[in-house]
């Protein structure tokens, strides 16, 4: 398969929980760009991938860095050309307060991350995806619940965007889905509910193989 026609799926948010585990499923189906800022564990990721006989670009990036993200999706296009997967599991998870002990530099790295980036990620990876490619968001419902200011407020937000870029595309491509993960055995759901018995939830990497079985049926 030449360089212009190997599949890519860009996983932004890749180097732990449901994302480290979709860039592991979808390899060596795809080859998998995958982003985030821990570098240690994009680079266990990149060990996984290459296990299974797959392959993988690592971007130790910020996804608030929108120069960084032109250039990644400048450079993606100049190698592929195109991309047919997005999922998006980037996340910032202020810890749990009252609305008004809310704290400034806690919500600004909320708004920043959970909603300012979606400004540049879409208008930047949507012509990668052209007609057919898919975008992934993944909802996480908290919107109006108690102590769930930061978090809640943000991620409504990122999901109203979502949503109407997928009404907008809907007959046009590309074809964006919105999924709702099964609560998870991962350090966000840990800093929210930290006595919470763990053994109860799901496996992220349970649920990204349930997740992207349910995006192929």
Not at 10 to 23: C, Q
Not at 91 to 108: E, F, G, N, R, S
Not at 128 to 155: N, R, S, V, W
Request: proline share 6%; with cysteine; aromatic share 6%.
């Amino acid at each position: 398969m030449t360089e212009q026609n190997t599949k890519i799926a860009l996983i932004t948010g890749a180097s732990r929980g449901l994302g480290f585990y979709l860039a592991e499923a979808l390899a060596p189906e795809y080859h998998i760009v995958a982003l985030a800022r821990t570098t240690g564990g994009l680079e266990e990721l990149d060990d996984m991938i290459k296990a299974k006989g797959g392959e993988a670009t690592l971007a130790p990036m910020d996804i608030t860095n929108r120069d960084a993200m032109a250039h990644l999706c400048r450079s993606i296009y100049d190698r592929w050309g195109k991309v047919a997967l997005w999922a998006h599991t980037a996340i910032h998870a202020a810890p749990l307060t009252p609305a008004p002990h809310m704290d400034q530099k806690d919500w600004q790295k909320s708004l920043s991350i959970n909603v300012d980036a979606m400004g540049h990620l879409i208008p930047f990876v949507a012509p990668l995806l052209g007609d057919d490619g898919t975008a992934l968001f993944f909802d996480d419902p908290h919107g109006g619940e108690a102590f769930y200011g930061h978090y809640g407020t943000t991620k409504t937000a990122q999901m109203a965007l979502a949503r109407s870029w997928a009404t907008e595309s809907a007959k046009t491509g590309p074809n964006v889905q919105i999924l709702e993960p099964k609560p998870m055995r991962t350090a966000l759901r840990a800093r929210f509910h930290p006595g919470e018995e763990r053994n109860a939830l799901a496996g992220p990497k349970d649920e990204a193989a349930r997740l992207l079985t349910k995006l192929r049926s």
